[in-house]
């Protein structure tokens, strides 16, 4: 949430021509669930923030999830267009 707040504080105007780019923190050595990682942003990126009516996807113009990893890339996706929020999945 902070990195976020700090983010949405960078932009300026309307958020047009604005990115936020997000990675698969700690899905990698520290073996955090993608899927976990991946509702985590989702519901901070829907919640309002900072005194705002609109949530925190308004700020910016585009949102990439960036991984080397494709299949991380296509969970994120996921659930970032899903109305729900994804099962976690177990070991």
Same mark, same amino acid.
């Not at 902070?2 to 958020?15: Q, S």
């Not at 829907?46 to 113009?61: P, R, V, Y």
């Given at each position: 949430?902070?990195?976020?707040?700090?983010?949405?504080?960078?932009?300026k105007?309307?958020g047009?021509?604005?990115?936020l780019?997000?990675?698969?923190?700690? *899905?990698? #050595? +520290?073996? =955090?669930?993608?899927?976990?990682?991946?509702?985590?942003?989702?519901?901070?990126?829907?919640? !309002?923030? $900072?005194?705002?009516?609109?949530?925190? *996807?308004? #700020? +910016?113009? =585009?949102?990439?999830?960036?991984?080397t990893?494709?299949?991380?890339?296509?969970?994120?996706? !996921?659930? $970032?267009?899903?109305?729900?929020?994804?099962?976690?999945?177990?070991?």
């Amino acid at each position: 949430r902070a990195f976020m707040a700090a983010a949405v504080a960078n932009t300026k105007g309307d958020g047009s021509n604005t990115y936020l780019l997000l990675g698969p923190i700690g *899905t990698g #050595a +520290f073996g =955090n669930d993608v899927i976990k990682i991946g509702n985590i942003f989702r519901k901070v990126l829907k919640s !309002k923030l $900072m005194g705002s009516n609109d949530s925190i *996807t308004k #700020a +910016f113009e =585009n949102i990439w999830f960036v991984s080397t990893d494709e299949w991380k890339n296509d969970k994120f996706e !996921k659930i $970032m267009c899903t109305s729900e929020i994804t099962e976690v999945s177990k070991p």
